[in-house]
């Protein structure tokens, strides 16, 4: 199992910017695929950004242009920069491991970091 620990959440006023960061534990880091989830209250959680590992990051079409997904395999940590903040982003940010072992996909994920915009 891969542990994550997320940090850098908090409240931030409409525009503002916030920078995730999400520590991996293990060896394995560097041929992870990991990725950025966001659940707001009522919601399902949906994915903000993903790194493949190797690969070019995706995004979910209402962060692109604002948010980038960067990695620093040397510190076994993704980064989430969050920039040009919406209320409509408000919500609970967990981030993800994908491995393959065997046949089986596994997610591994954090405890989550609360992103609260204000307007």
């Known amino acids: 199992q891969v542990q994550l620990a997320e940090t850098g959440g908090g409240l931030v006023q409409f525009g503002g910017s916030l920078r995730l960061s999400c520590v991996a534990s293990?060896?394995?880091?560097?041929?992870?695929?990991m990725g950025w989830y966001r659940q707001a209250p009522g919601k399902e959680r949906e994915l903000v950004a993903n790194?493949?590992?190797?690969?070019?990051?995706n995004y979910a079409d209402s962060v692109k242009g604002r948010f980038t997904i960067s990695r620093d395999n040397t510190k076994n940590t993704v980064y989430l920069q969050m920039n040009s903040l919406k209320p409509e982003d408000t919500a609970v940010y967990y981030c993800?491991?994908?491995?393959?072992?065997?046949?089986?996909?596994?997610?591994?994920w954090g405890q989550g970091t609360q992103v609260t915009v204000s307007s």
């Open positions: 293990g060896s394995m880091f560097s041929t992870l695929d």
């Open positions: 993800c491991a994908v491995r393959t072992v065997g046949r089986a996909v596994i997610y591994d």
């Open positions: 790194i493949p590992s190797p690969g070019r990051p």
